[in-house]
């Protein structure tokens, strides 16, 4: 079992900056490629980005790629997101992922492709 917890999530004002973290424990939890999803009120859980376990790595959606930056830090079991030039649009529910299976850039987007998931954390940016 892998345990995830974020945190630093918050109202920030459009063009402002966040960084979420989330803290992994358990069965291996720094070898896994890990993400972050988001959820905004009646819309579907979306894939945000995505890191492999060295780093080495990375995978972003189209709507973050260039303000957002994945990091880890397997020392202490934690995965960093940056996030800059918020718009209203980035409102949502961030979710911490971990998977049970090796990097896969054509999967990681998937939503059922992730073997745990942390409790989320509300990111809410305002106009």
């Known amino acids: 079992q892998v345990q995830l917890v974020e945190s630093g999530g918050g109202l920030v004002q459009a063009g402002g900056s966040l960084r979420l973290s989330c803290a992994g424990s358990?069965?291996?939890?720094?070898?896994?490629?890990m993400g972050w999803f988001r959820q905004a009120p009646g819309k579907e859980r979306e894939v945000v980005t995505a890191?492999?376990?060295?780093?080495?790595?990375?995978y972003y959606a189209d709507s973050v790629e260039g303000r957002f930056t994945i990091s880890r830090d397997n020392a202490k079991n934690t995965i960093y997101l940056q996030m800059n030039s918020l718009k209203p649009e980035d409102t949502a529910v961030y979710y911490c992922?971990?998977?049970?299976?090796?990097?896969?850039?054509?999967?990681?987007?998937?939503?059922?492709?992730?073997?745990?998931w942390g409790q989320g954390t509300q990111v809410t940016v305002s106009s």
């Open positions: 992922a971990a998977a049970e299976s090796s990097w896969a850039i054509t999967l990681v987007r998937y939503f059922g492709w992730w073997g745990y």
């Open positions: 358990g069965r291996t939890a720094s070898s896994r490629t």
């Open positions: 890191i492999n376990w060295s780093g080495g790595s990375t």
